[in-house]
């Protein structure tokens, strides 16, 4: 699963790199790699989240700095690596404002915080698709007949079967009802740490 989802993102990334990028071209052929992790509780996958944002972070920080020392301090990589070894984010961010007038906190979120790409349904709070809706409809009348003629012959046992089938039945016509909607993929540049992206997207967990 994983070499062939890595593959596609590739070619995919090849394919598409003139409609975003024109004329410009392809220096080298680009590589990715890709990784499935399997954690044991929800804990562990909001823990693993926050670490690689918090990674984003600290990398982006460096780079920003790094490049306006080379780029506007006229310094030699060399140079640069060598001024920032052993410092903290702190050191970073005073570099940045003191020397080159630049607040970290102003930079574009999306070099900040790194992008999340999340699935979801185009509208949670849409109604299915008015196909899917009568099929719900037309389900659950059958099963109010049913019921009303299993209670008239006062079998315990069939209505207990019927009961089953019944929420099995619903359970099959929601989900055809749900496969109806179409599902989206947002780009978002935003805070994974806290709990408020999890609250906003809680479909990512279920």
Request: aromatic share 10%.
């Amino acid at each position: 699963i994983l070499s062939t989802v890595v593959s596609q993102f590739t070619s995919s990334y090849v394919f598409n790199w003139s409609k975003y990028l024109g004329e410009r071209p392809l220096q080298y052929p680009p590589t990715f790699d890709g990784r499935i992790v399997v954690y044991p509780s929800e804990k562990e996958v909001k823990d693993y989240f926050a670490w690689r944002q918090a990674d984003t972070h600290i990398n982006n920080l460096y780079n920003t700095v790094f490049w306006a020392l080379v780029q506007q301090g006229r310094l030699t990589t060399t140079e640069a690596h060598q001024k920032l070894k052993g410092t903290v984010s702190a050191n970073k961010n005073e570099i940045l404002f003191t020397q080159f007038g630049i607040n970290y906190n102003t930079v574009d979120a999306r070099y900040r915080k790194g992008s999340v790409i999340v699935r979801s349904l185009a509208d949670d709070t849409t109604e299915a698709p008015p196909s899917a809706q009568v099929e719900v409809e037309a389900t659950e009348s059958l099963y109010s007949e049913a019921s009303v003629e299993v209670i008239g012959e006062q079998d315990v046992e069939a209505q207990r079967i019927q009961r089953r089938r019944e929420r099995k039945e619903a359970k099959k016509a929601e989900k055809v009802a749900a496969r109806k909607r179409e599902w989206v993929l947002s780009v978002m540049h935003c805070d994974m740490i806290g709990e408020d992206f999890w609250q906003t997207n809680p479909q990512i967990l279920e």
